[in-house]
């Protein structure tokens, strides 16, 4: 899910990173530390780099959006984008000076590999399948699963935001992922 004005975390995380701009607030930058840094050293290891190399890195990164918080412009860009485009460029960097060598454009600016248009096709043709096995829940599945995995709410926040008992929010979750795989996978050979 892309970060947009229309999403409150975006909202949420532009707003800390101005509150550690304008008065160093470390419980603002705490905040985004514990929610970034996890997900920075995610994507290195993704693109290959060994976990303590990029738990390093990660904290280099958010180092930087401590020093350079005052250059941040929401009109600019996302929070998220501010930083992970801040994460590439210090990648670059140390791919530079390291002088090894750099990966791809494509990979670097995109995160995807060139895909044939076939490729492309299956991919938007299982896309409208998940929409169309989504559209089959009913309301109260589909806001624990958008909670869930849109916007990677933790599930005892899923209870709080929609005052429910954290194991009837684990339920919910269970019971329609359970439906979407009954919808989604094709009958197994021999279950007639």
């Given at each position: 899910?892309?970060?947009?004005?229309?999403?409150?975390?975006?909202?949420?995380?532009?707003?800390?990173?101005e509150?550690?701009?304008?008065?160093?607030d470390?419980?603002?930058?705490?905040?985004l530390f514990?929610?970034?840094?996890p997900?920075?050293?995610?994507?290195?290891?993704?693109?290959g780099?060994?976990?303590?190399?990029?738990?390093?890195?990660?904290?280099?990164?958010?180092?930087?959006?401590?020093?350079?918080?005052?250059?941040?412009?929401?009109?600019?860009?996302?929070?998220?984008?501010?930083?992970?485009t801040?994460?590439?460029n210090?990648?670059?960097?140390l791919?530079?000076?390291?002088?090894?060598?750099?990966?791809?454009?494509?990979?670097?600016l995109?995160?995807?590999?060139?895909?044939r248009?076939?490729d492309?096709?299956?991919?938007?043709?299982?896309?409208?399948r998940?929409?169309?096995?989504l559209a089959?829940?009913?309301?109260?599945?589909?806001?624990?699963?958008?909670?869930?995995?849109?916007?990677?709410?933790p599930?005892?926040?899923?209870?709080r935001?929609?005052?429910?008992?954290?194991?009837?929010?684990?339920s919910?979750?269970?019971?329609?992922m359970?439906?979407?795989?009954?919808?989604?996978?094709?009958?197994?050979?021999?279950?007639?």
């Amino acid at each position: 899910m892309t970060q947009g004005m229309d999403d409150p975390d975006a909202l949420t995380h532009g707003r800390l990173i101005e509150a550690v701009a304008l008065e160093r607030d470390r419980d603002a930058f705490a905040r985004l530390f514990v929610y970034f840094a996890p997900r920075l050293k995610a994507w290195l290891i993704r693109s290959g780099a060994a976990p303590g190399a990029a738990e390093d890195f990660a904290q280099d990164t958010m180092l930087t959006v401590w020093r350079k918080a005052d250059l941040f412009d929401a009109q600019k860009a996302g929070a998220a984008t501010w930083i992970f485009t801040i994460a590439r460029n210090r990648r670059l960097d140390l791919l530079r000076r390291d002088n090894r060598d750099l990966p791809t454009p494509e990979i670097v600016l995109t995160g995807e590999d060139i895909r044939r248009p076939d490729d492309i096709l299956s991919t938007a043709q299982d896309a409208q399948r998940v929409r169309d096995a989504l559209a089959q829940l009913d309301a109260p599945q589909m806001e624990v699963l958008r909670l869930a995995f849109f916007l990677e709410s933790p599930h005892s926040e899923i209870a709080r935001t929609l005052g429910l008992p954290l194991g009837t929010v684990k339920s919910r979750i269970r019971n329609a992922m359970i439906k979407l795989r009954s919808i989604l996978e094709p009958p197994q050979e021999g279950s007639r």
